[in-house]
């Protein structure tokens, strides 16, 4: 028994850290084929490994045989022995369906991207890989609606018949709609969208300086990363609360008389949608935080507002937009088709952009090798479609490389949801 004590921890030890790096491992090498797949337009396809089962029978046996002393005496010798078997049994299951759907081909969120960012991932890495375009501000634009927009803010109209000769039928919008209408119009007149895509070549540049402009003012420590927070009010009449229910309003609400009218007026904080500065927004005025309001309205969940503003750090290129995410799906297609057909280059920064520390700035977000034969300096490297890829781990941008695929192994693992399993083929394997 003394035996089995000692054996069970070290061989509990040694397994957990053999079936750890088995599964990591896989899954790196899952990644880096799958970018081999994008690159040549094939199928992207993962499958995971949702449980490892493994049994340990510790056995230990005791005995004696005669001493080898011929006739002389009768003595014994005593015998221990003890052997340790392992059976693991592994369930692989493919990734499809739902599963599917919500881990690759769903953009990621938004705070996703924040709780990275407070992680120490450089901002620039961030985007160029989690990004596909950034939609910039432009404040010279004329605000005017001609008089369709005008039109439009009043009622949707409807025609019937292929000529359309029957009257229109008009269905009226509140006040609230039509302020909707008439602010995505205008954001829409106002807006440039620049793609993250190589092949674009204007875009491209914009958006790797608008990145490059961000990561200048992170490494100042003065890029803030937060939700904003609104104050959204109500007035109801005193006499519809009654004492219970204004005990209950006051769990969740400020509540403040107004004897003038007789009512209650009720105030709640909301948190908003992510907002990246170069300024604490917790000290914007009720004004600029409706305006901030504005342009994070209407709030979508993979969308990514910021604002620059000027007299902060990175101020003498004040800019505004948002950046549009994308999903892990989209995110392979960049990094394959960049070996290929739509390789990345340089983008030097803007003139206005503050120094970047040691001038980072490489060429490629994720910089793969492929070669004909086995790298003799790669410790991950897969063969697919003949060739060999691995990472690019030479001078200048070791590190860059080194943690650009993390961020991508760990992007792989944010996916994660709890679809159901149920229907879906599987593989056991037992030893």
């Not at 030890?13 to 090498?29: G, K, L, P």
């Not at 070549?201 to 790797?208: H, K, V």
């Amino acid at each position: 028994m003394p035996l089995t004590g000692c054996l069970s921890p070290i061989t509990l030890n040694r397994a957990v850290i053999v079936y750890d790096e088995a599964v990591t491992r896989a899954e790196s090498e899952q990644l880096l084929i799958n970018i081999a797949r994008a690159q040549h337009h094939q199928p992207i396809h993962f499958t995971r490994v949702p449980s490892i089962a493994a049994t340990f029978d510790f056995r230990i046996n005791a005995g004696g045989t005669p001493a080898l002393t011929g006739d002389a005496g009768g003595l014994l010798m005593p015998l221990f022995g003890g052997s340790v078997a392992e059976n693991p049994t592994f369930t692989i299951v493919p990734i499809e369906g739902e599963e599917f759907t919500k881990r690759l081909l769903t953009p990621f969120h938004q705070s996703k991207l924040t709780l990275l960012l407070r992680q120490h991932f450089d901002v620039d890495l961030l985007l160029r890989m989690m990004a596909q375009e950034v939609r910039l501000q432009h404040h010279n634009s004329n605000d005017a609606l001609d008089n369709t927009h005008e039109e439009k803010e009043h009622g949707f109209r409807l025609r019937h018949g292929r000529h359309h000769k029957a009257a229109p039928h008009v269905i009226e919008l509140t006040e609230e709609q039509k302020h909707r209408v008439r602010l995505r119009s205008q954001r829409h007149q106002k807006q440039v969208a620049y793609r993250n895509s190589p092949s674009d070549m204007s875009g491209y540049e914009m958006f790797r300086r608008v990145a490059l402009h961000l990561s200048a003012i992170q490494d100042q420590r003065q890029l803030y990363v937060e939700p904003l927070t609104f104050e959204r009010s109500w007035t109801i009449p005193a006499a519809a609360v009654s004492a219970e229910g204004f005990q209950a309003l006051e769990k969740e609400f400020t509540v403040r008389y107004n004897p003038q009218d007789n009512t209650y007026t009720l105030s709640k904080q909301i948190l908003g949608p992510i907002l990246i500065t170069n300024y604490d927004p917790d000290v914007v005025c009720c004004e600029e935080r409706a305006q901030l309001y504005d342009l994070t309205s209407p709030w979508i969940a993979n969308d990514v507002a910021f604002d620059i503003r000027p007299g902060y750090a990175g101020g003498d290129w004040p800019v505004q937009g948002s950046f549009r995410l994308r999903s892990f799906h989209a995110i392979l297609n960049f990094l394959g088709h960049a070996l290929d057909e739509e390789p990345e280059y340089p983008v030097e920064k803007d003139a206005r952009t503050p120094p970047i520390t040691r001038n980072e700035n490489p060429g490629m977000t994720l910089d793969l090798k492929v070669s004909d034969t086995v790298p003799a300096d790669s410790g991950l490297s897969v063969r697919s479609h003949g060739k060999y890829y691995t990472i690019n781990t030479a001078e200048p941008y070791y590190h860059w490389n080194k943690n650009a695929f993390q961020l991508l192994y760990i992007l792989f693992r944010m996916t994660i949801t709890d679809a159901p399993s149920l229907g879906v083929p599987s593989i056991t394997i037992a030893k």
